[in-house]
């Protein structure tokens, strides 16, 4: 694991301030996640050590409030509070159960050596779609547009309606609406996901704001000869 990069780090610096801390805590960051491949990594960072200083109060903040104090810091760090899977609407601030019901996939995860960063992924989207719009096209963010096929879309409420179910029938639809304009930058990335269809994949699309791919595979034999490649 290397350093982690100036903006994660400024995370944590966030973090601390939320608390007005000036003295008295050293953050050490070892980055196990790479920077810039759309995991979460930083987010992931900053939502623990929100939990950490949390805990060292003498009344720790409910969730909820720790949730109000964690979206100052980054937009999808309340999620990561949760330590479980959640559908995230708004601009992260608001979290619903979600059950992932997938028996016998195997995921696999490539994270090549180019590093894509957030901001730069969302601008570069907007860009997109600007230039969709003026040639008369339909923006993917529209819902009249009829084109919104992400998971937050293609999963349904179970139940009591109060959590999300993901199921193979509708996750193999997912749509990863970053990627082409991130992949118009970084070509690649469209190569190594044809690479994972190719492999016997069932899908396979970018993660976040990329730069790591990920397959699902239905035959454990095929997700690991495709992650032995070297």
Same mark, same amino acid.
């Given at each position: 694991? &290397?350093?982690? @990069?100036?903006?994660? !780090?400024?995370?944590?610096?966030? #973090? $601390? *301030?939320?608390?007005?801390? *000036?003295?008295? %805590?050293?953050v050490t960051l070892r980055? &196990?996640? @790479?920077? &810039?491949?759309? =995991? &979460? #990594?930083?987010?992931?960072?900053?939502?623990?050590? !929100?939990?950490?200083?949390?805990? $060292?109060?003498?009344?720790? =903040?409910? =969730?909820?409030?720790?949730?109000k104090a964690a979206i100052k810091v980054g937009a999808d760090v309340p999620f990561f509070l949760h330590g479980q899977p959640r559908r995230v609407t708004g601009i992260g601030e608001v979290l619903t159960p979600a059950a992932v019901d997938l028996p016998?996939?195997? =995921? +696999? !995860? +490539?994270? @090549? @050596? %180019?590093? +894509?960063?957030?901001?730069?992924? /969302? *601008?570069? /989207?907007?860009?997109?779609?600007?230039?969709?719009?003026?040639a008369g096209g339909k923006g993917l963010t529209n819902p009249e547009s009829k084109d919104n096929e992400t998971l937050l %879309?293609? #999963?349904k409420y179970a139940g009591t309606g109060t959590t999300f179910r993901i199921t193979t029938e509708n996750v193999l639809q997912i749509r990863n609406d970053l990627e082409p304009a991130v992949v118009r930058e970084y070509p690649q990335l469209e190569t190594i996901r044809q690479y994972l269809l190719h492999s016997g994949a069932a899908c396979a699309r970018m993660s976040g704001s990329g730069s790591s791919m990920f397959g699902l595979f239905s035959a454990r034999h095929a997700a690991e000869a495709a992650a032995q490649r070297p």
């Amino acid at each position: 694991a &290397g350093e982690a @990069p100036g903006e994660e !780090l400024g995370q944590q610096k966030k #973090g $601390c *301030r939320i608390w007005q801390l *000036r003295k008295g %805590v050293d953050v050490t960051l070892r980055k &196990g996640i @790479p920077h &810039g491949a759309g =995991l &979460g #990594g930083g987010s992931s960072d900053a939502a623990a050590l !929100l939990l950490w200083l949390n805990s $060292c109060l003498e009344t720790p =903040l409910p =969730l909820e409030e720790l949730e109000k104090a964690a979206i100052k810091v980054g937009a999808d760090v309340p999620f990561f509070l949760h330590g479980q899977p959640r559908r995230v609407t708004g601009i992260g601030e608001v979290l619903t159960p979600a059950a992932v019901d997938l028996p016998g996939w195997w =995921l +696999v !995860l +490539v994270c @090549p @050596p %180019v590093s +894509v960063s957030t901001p730069w992924a /969302y *601008r570069a /989207y907007d860009d997109l779609m600007a230039e969709a719009e003026k040639a008369g096209g339909k923006g993917l963010t529209n819902p009249e547009s009829k084109d919104n096929e992400t998971l937050l %879309v293609m #999963g349904k409420y179970a139940g009591t309606g109060t959590t999300f179910r993901i199921t193979t029938e509708n996750v193999l639809q997912i749509r990863n609406d970053l990627e082409p304009a991130v992949v118009r930058e970084y070509p690649q990335l469209e190569t190594i996901r044809q690479y994972l269809l190719h492999s016997g994949a069932a899908c396979a699309r970018m993660s976040g704001s990329g730069s790591s791919m990920f397959g699902l595979f239905s035959a454990r034999h095929a997700a690991e000869a495709a992650a032995q490649r070297p």
